[in-house]
T-cell receptor, first 115, second 115 residues
């Protein structure tokens, strides 16, 4: 069975500081990993994904994520946070060669960037 | 523009009523998914369909029903058997060949409230 853990319900960071939103996963075989962002009463917006290759993945709005196979982690990072980054962030996983099976999501982490 | 349209944006249901949430996509995607979002619980899978006239139950299918008569449409009915339907409902889709560069696509959601 697949699962995702986002250990922090809330992350607070000052504007201009680096931010990290943590994610660990469990999946049979190789993972297909995603990060999404959600603003209030909106759908999910795709930020980035990891399939294979370079462990550091760059995505939208200056976000990047680091895949660590030994730690089964896929933490989301940004070098300098903006107030507009304040939102709900979801990590998701599925097995890489499982066809179009549904994504399994973590419970989400609310990011608050303080000016 | 291609995308997923969910309607209505807000829906109110009386006790004992069935209601249907619409999800339409013009992306020519094969697979479609319904998720339920509750505060602090992330996204939980209700039903999904990988081809027309076929669908599978997700983790919380009880009290819900779906149909997939057309590739572009995947309506979700919340029946009176669903005792706690108040939630935010999200529809998603992806092509048969996999999520591609933009991940699984999401609609903007329907907020259902029992009155």
């Amino acid at each position: 069975a697949q699962s995702v853990a986002q250990p922090e319900d809330q992350v607070n960071v000052a504007e201009g500081n680096p931010l990290t939103v943590k994610c660990t996963y469990s999946v049979s075989g190789n993972p297909y990993l995603f990060w999404y962002v959600q603003y209030p009463n909106r759908g999910l917006q795709f930020l980035l994904k990891y399939i294979t290759g370079d462990n550091l993945v760059k995505g939208s709005y200056g976000f990047e994520a680091e895949f660590n196979k030994s730690q089964t982690s896929f933490h989301l990072k940004k070098p300098s946070a903006l107030v507009s980054d304040s939102a709900l962030y979801f990590c998701a996983v599925r097995a890489l060669n499982s066809g179009n099976t549904p994504l399994v999501f973590g419970k989400g982490t609310r990011l608050s960037v303080i000016a | 523009d291609g995308g997923i349209t969910q309607s209505p944006k807000y829906l109110f249901r009386k006790e004992g009523q069935n209601v249907t949430l619409s999800c339409e996509q013009n992306l020519n995607h094969d697979a479609m998914y319904w998720y339920r979002q509750d505060p602090g619980q992330g996204l939980r899978l209700i039903y999904y369909s990988q081809i027309v006239n076929d669908f599978q139950k997700g983790d919380i299918a009880e009290g819900y029903s779906v149909s997939r008569e057309k590739k572009e449409s995947f309506p979700l009915t919340v029946t009176s058997a669903q005792k706690n339907p108040t939630a935010f409902y999200l529809c998603s889709s992806t092509p048969l060949t996999g999520p591609g560069d933009y991940g699984y696509t999401f609609g903007s959601g329907t907020r259902l409230t029992v009155v």
